[in-house]
């Protein structure tokens, strides 16, 4: 019987869920407790009306929602998003679905979780445009909010900060998860679960090399990788000016070098990669194929590894849209400018 030796383990042709759930493991259904910010129905309210929240921008138009959209796979169908005064930002939203399970957060994983990552964009002056102070004074302005920020973090003199914020943003973020897709199922132990097509794109996916990357609850995410290890993608793929995590580490071997996306609900948050420029799936697979592994994959492959790809969409969070507090005659008024 034909067998793949794999990490010095041989297995033979019949063990390809067995492999599967040695490099993989499934969506769980709740969330994971988080380091230093206990989860309270309070915190996950607060969380949740921030998130949707555009007071947080300076222009009061731009929420997390709208670069990470619930009800679009957590991202937001652009090749970069569009910030404040319509400006465009250097890289692709990565989806928010199921990031809680990322080593890091970002492109260059320069924010070690949720909670710093909620920070960013919020200040960056081509997404939210706003500074921590005002951000404070917008919700001390609002009196609903006092009140929430005092539940969500009882005991606390100062409840409304920015850092309390984030913690509750972190919150409700750590909740979108998308467990029960096909692949989760197949990993639980369903052999049906996967069809014929499918289970071929999941042997090419680990026999070619993809799993090295993309492997994991997240199928990606859980490491930094060259962009370009065989061959150079075309520059507006890969642009010469975007030197990944060595803006971060300044440190050569950094250069190209991005944290691997999860692939989780792939099919659902086009266009691919960092740049964005690559609004198909398989041409996406093709390109890994030949920058990453230094192989052509023929028609037939590259179809069933997107086939396997699409098992790997999840139930969908289902978030009500939350009624936000008004705002107060002391409200701060948005800034256009």
Known sequence: MACLIVNGVAWGADDLQKRAQTMFKPIPRSAPALE???????????????YFDPRLSSSNLISCNTCHNVGLGGGDLQETSVGHGWQKGPRN??????????VAQFWDGRAK???????????????????P?????????????VSLFAKAFPGQKEPVTFDNMAK??????????????????????????LGAREQD???????????????????????????????????????VADTGRFKVTNTASDEYVFRSPSLRNIDLTPPYFHSGKVWKLGEAV????SAQLGIKLNDDEARNIVAFLGTLTGRQPKVEYP???????????????
């Not at 909670?115 to 500074?131: D, I, L, R, T, Y």
């Not at 989760?184 to 679960?193: E, I, M, S, V």
């Not at 093709?286 to 194929?289: L, N, Q, R, T």
């Open 36 to 50: 230093g910010n206990k989860q309270t129905p309070a915190k996950l309210l607060l969380g949740k009306m921030l």
């Open 93 to 102: 939203a990565p989806t928010v679905l199921n990031a809680v399970f990322n």
């Open 113 to 131: 979780d949720l909670m710093e990552q909620a920070k960013g964009p919020v200040q960056a002056s081509v997404e939210m445009n706003n500074k």
């Open 133 to 145: 102070e005002r951000v404070v004074e917008t919700l001390k302005s609002i009196p609903e909010y």
């Open 168 to 193: 509750a943003i972190e919150v409700f973020e750590a909740t979108l998860l998308t467990p029960d897709g096909q692949f989760d199922r197949y990993l639980k132990g369903d052999r049906k679960a």
């Open 201 to 239: 794109g999941l042997r090419l996916f680990m026999n070619k090399g993809c799993a090295a990357c993309h492997s994991g609850v997240n199928v990606g995410g859980g490491g930094y990788f060259p962009f370009g290890v065989v061959e150079k993608p075309a520059g507006e793929i890969r642009p």
């Open 286 to 289: 093709a390109i890994m194929g």
């Open 323 to 337: 009624i936000l507090p008004p705002n107060s005659p002391t409200t701060p008024q948005p800034l256009l400018q």
